[in-house]
């Protein structure tokens, strides 16, 4: 495959539809995981739920390998780290 430019989406879908790209696409899944993780830090408020669920609002109070736990009024939710995004204040 040449050098991708930025808006070459065809081609990007085409190598991840490649079956031999499996290896690959667990390595760029898990490194986009591990970036998530690092921005979510103890007192960070946070917003989580499902995409077409509803959304509930809260603060990170522990943090562990695969999920963190939210502080929302009182009650504490052991929430995935892909599920949640950062409250821009």
Same mark, same amino acid.
């Given at each position: ?26 390595? @760029? ?16 408020? @946070? ?11 809260? @603060? @990170? ?7 963190? =736990? ?8 052991? =929430? ?10």
């Amino acid at each position: 495959m040449s050098k991708l430019k930025f808006n070459d989406l065809p081609k990007i879908l085409d190598w991840i539809k490649e079956p031999s790209h499996a290896g690959h696409l667990f390595i @760029v899944e898990q490194t986009l995981k591990s970036v998530k993780e690092e921005q979510f830090k103890v007192g960070t408020k @946070v917003k989580f739920g499902r995409a077409n669920g509803m959304k509930r609002m809260g @603060v @990170v109070i522990k943090l562990g390998p695969k999920k963190a =736990v939210v502080d929302c009024s009182g009650a504490k939710w052991r =929430v995935p780290y892909d599920l949640m995004d950062l409250i821009d204040e």
